[in-house]
């Protein structure tokens, strides 16, 4: 499981997410929920987050591993 953790343009986000081929679960609070794509989510932790800062350097995030 990946969570982002994100309070602003939480929409736009978890479409763009999606858009990179990952499913949403559920969403918590400033929590976004989405199946992991590999076994090695720590590297996919890592590799989304850069995605997302490249598509809107803007925004203040986390991307974490989660059960």
């Known amino acids: 499981?990946?969570?982002v953790n994100i309070a602003?343009?939480?929409d736009e986000i978890q479409q763009f997410i999606e858009?990179?081929?990952y499913?949403?679960?559920k969403k918590?609070?400033?929590k976004l929920?989405?199946?992991a794509l590999t076994e090695d989510q720590q590297e996919e932790a890592k590799d989304l987050k850069a995605k997302i800062k490249?598509?809107?350097a803007s925004v203040f995030?986390?991307?974490?591993?989660?059960?």
């Not at 995030?61 to 059960?67: H, T």
């Open 1 to 3: 499981m990946i969570i």
């Open 8 to 10: 602003q343009k939480q």
């Open 19 to 21: 858009n990179q081929g």
């Open 23 to 25: 499913s949403f679960v």
């Open 28 to 30: 918590m609070g400033l």
């Open 33 to 35: 929920y989405f199946e």
């Open 54 to 56: 490249s598509h809107d």
């Open 61 to 67: 995030f986390s991307v974490e591993v989660g059960k």
